[in-house]
């Protein structure tokens, strides 16, 4: 059965990866990629190799009119007939900056921004066009548990606040810091499963939403804002940990996101998908009234580019 899978980050580390699978495991897909200026045409033409089905739409997931302007266009395309039923949503782009101090065209922190509202956005312009049955998948990180076993001291564990205070800069204490700007990373996961459950309480029936989990995977350009030490660490270091059980490659972490977007992993929605299984996130992450307050932060944050 033909149909679209939308897909953000794409163009490097676990999603190319996810992307290829994606496209050799399921050859009626069409893949219509999320990029970023002029790289879309290029990386559409390398994952379309050999008549593969892709397509794509530019968009900066830092601006969130530009969300708006990327989903109006999918939605026309898809209303038009250019592109089949739409049974799939990545959201797999990510970043983490070097402070809590970046700002966003539209005054949101740059990582709540991309992490959080670009992925709620694309999934509120693009509900009423989805086919049942459809998945939407977003990418998180096991740093939101912000303990050794999980994020092996390299990233701070999330330290919550009021979402409204998460999306401006400043949200951590020392804001200029690197430590700092890893704390909004694993807070913005951790936000990210809190959404993911009441996306799973509110979606219509038909709609799945899962979160998926890579584990630490070295040498993805995750660590591009860092220092040249961090930077290094990532490239050079950190790879060897794929051959332990406390690190992911790129190929196998791209496999098992392909997986989960298929439905190959079989995940309820509202679940949290460790690789290739289901399993409990951190205790934190399960907090309705937390969830409820940041579901309705994010809709008013947001309001000004669904109406």
């Known amino acids: ?39 879309g045409a290029r990386l559409s033409a390398e994952l379309g190799a050999g008549g593969r089905a892709v397509s794509y739409v530019t968009a900066d997931l ?7 302007s990327a989903a109006t266009e999918i939605r026309d395309r ?6 089949p039923p739409l049974r799939g949503f990545v959201g797999n782009a990510g970043v983490q900056y070097t402070n809590a101090l970046t700002e966003g065209p539209d005054g949101f922190e740059s990582t709540f921004a991309i992490n959080v509202l670009a992925n709620h956005l694309f999934v509120r312009l693009l509900e009423d066009r989805f086919a049942a049955s459809a998945r939407i998948v977003i990418t998180v990180s096991d740093t939101h548990f912000g303990d050794f076993k999980h994020n092996l001291g390299i ?32 807070t913005s996961k951790l936000a990210a499963i ?24 070295p040498g993805t350009g995750l660590a591009r804002n860092a220092g ?38 079989k995940a309820p929605t509202g679940s949290y ?30 309001a000004a580019y669904v109406a």
């Open 1 to 39: 059965m033909r149909s679209t899978i939308v897909m953000t980050g794409a163009g490097r580390g676990i999603g190319r990866a996810g992307a290829e699978c994606i496209l050799r495991e399921s050859p009626d897909v069409h893949l219509l990629v999320v990029a970023r200026g002029s790289s």
């Open 273 to 302: 998908v460790d690789r290739g299984r289901v399993v409990r996130s951190s205790e934190e992450s399960y907090d309705p009234r937390r969830e409820r307050e940041l579901w309705d932060a994010v809709e008013r944050l947001t």
């Open 228 to 265: 040249p030490l961090s930077r290094f660490a990532m490239r050079r270091i950190l790879p060897v940990m794929v051959l332990t059980p406390f690190a992911t490659g790129r190929g196998a972490a791209g496999r098992y996101l392909a997986d989960v977007v298929l439905g190959t992993t």
């Open 155 to 186: 990233v701070p564990g999330p330290v919550w606040r009021s979402p409204d205070v998460l999306a401006r800069t400043g949200a951590f204490s020392k804001p200029a810091t690197t430590a700092a700007g890893r704390t909004a990373y694993s």
């Open 194 to 217: 809190h959404l993911v459950h009441e996306y799973a309480r509110r979606l219509p029936g038909g709609i799945d939403v899962v979160a998926y989990n890579p584990g630490l995977v």
């Open 78 to 83: 898809l209303d038009r007939g250019d592109l």
């Open 62 to 68: 830092g601006s969130l009119e530009s969300v708006r």
